[in-house]
């Protein structure tokens, strides 16, 4: 986004504004309005959690019942009400951590990841989805019976695989691209409802 465009984004004023640490948390609370994917009470992991939108938001939806917990390779400042581990979701050992930090299954697994963008489209779509598979294979595990999850897509030639890969998981998913996510970006969210297994 140029300097002057992210000056008028009304999303990037609201985050400041409010506390937000990043514009993305509006993305999910669009979502969660949309489609309920957390309310008080809930267990929440949100994987690729840096700078901490998305956590400031969940701690909020979730209330003083709930629990979050977010999970970063980039340092992310604290967050009252969150568990932050700064770690590599590729990392065999992050169920166990998270297993612990929760002590029972969680209700939504929240993955909005991005790799280190190179420019080449097609690597990093490739890249971008590989690591939603990695998401996959930590949710499988701490993930509750009729739990939800979201997953960010980088939109190409693997991302209807991937949704027929999540499609068996869930009772309902449903594809869509909140408003507050920059038109010209092509991240769209899948919305996963009621895990199956
Ligand atoms: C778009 S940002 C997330 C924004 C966040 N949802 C928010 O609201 O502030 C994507 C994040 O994915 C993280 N990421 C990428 N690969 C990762 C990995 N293997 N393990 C953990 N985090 C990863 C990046 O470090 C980056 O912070």
């Given at each position: 986004?140029?300097?002057l465009?992210?000056?008028?984004?009304?999303?990037?004023?609201?985050?400041?504004?409010?506390?937000?640490r990043?514009?993305?948390?509006?993305?999910?609370?669009?979502?969660?309005?949309?489609?309920?994917?957390?309310?008080?009470?809930?267990?929440?992991?949100?994987?690729?959690?840096?700078?901490?939108g998305?956590?400031?938001?969940?701690?909020?939806?979730?209330?003083?019942?709930?629990?979050?917990?977010?999970?970063?390779?980039?340092?992310?400042?604290?967050?009252?009400?969150a568990?932050?581990?700064?770690?590599?979701?590729?990392?065999?050992?992050?169920?166990d951590?998270?297993?612990?930090?929760?002590?029972?299954?969680?209700?939504a697994?929240?993955?909005?990841?991005?790799?280190?963008?190179?420019?080449?489209?097609?690597v990093?779509?490739?890249?971008?989805?590989?690591?939603?598979?990695?998401?996959?294979?930590?949710?499988?595990?701490?993930?509750?019976?009729?739990?939800?999850?979201?997953?960010?897509?980088?939109?190409?030639?693997y991302?209807?695989?991937?949704?027929?890969?999540?499609?068996?998981?869930?009772?309902?998913?449903?594809?869509?691209?909140?408003?507050?996510?920059?038109?010209?970006?092509?991240?769209?969210?899948?919305?996963?409802?009621?895990?199956?297994?």
């Amino acid at each position: 986004m140029k300097l002057l465009d992210a000056r008028k984004d009304p999303y990037r004023k609201l985050a400041h504004e409010q506390g937000f640490r990043s514009r993305a948390a509006y993305k999910l609370k669009e979502l969660n309005q949309s489609y309920r994917i957390m309310g008080p009470g809930f267990y929440v992991l949100d994987l690729g959690c840096a700078p901490g939108g998305w956590t400031q938001m969940a701690v909020k939806l979730v209330g003083n019942q709930g629990k979050v917990m977010g999970i970063d390779l980039s340092y992310v400042e604290e967050i009252p009400g969150a568990h932050i581990l700064r770690g590599d979701i590729e990392d065999e050992n992050v169920v166990d951590e998270v297993m612990s930090y929760f002590e029972r299954k969680v209700n939504a697994v929240i993955c909005d990841l991005s790799p280190k963008v190179s420019g080449n489209w097609s690597v990093d779509h490739a890249k971008q989805i590989s690591l939603n598979y990695d998401c996959t294979k930590i949710m499988d595990k701490v993930l509750a019976h009729k739990g939800n999850a979201i997953f960010k897509v980088f939109d190409g030639e693997y991302s209807m695989e991937f949704r027929d890969y999540i499609k068996k998981k869930f009772a309902r998913i449903n594809l869509t691209k909140p408003k507050a996510s920059r038109k010209q970006s092509s991240e769209l969210y899948y919305v996963c409802l009621g895990f199956i297994g």
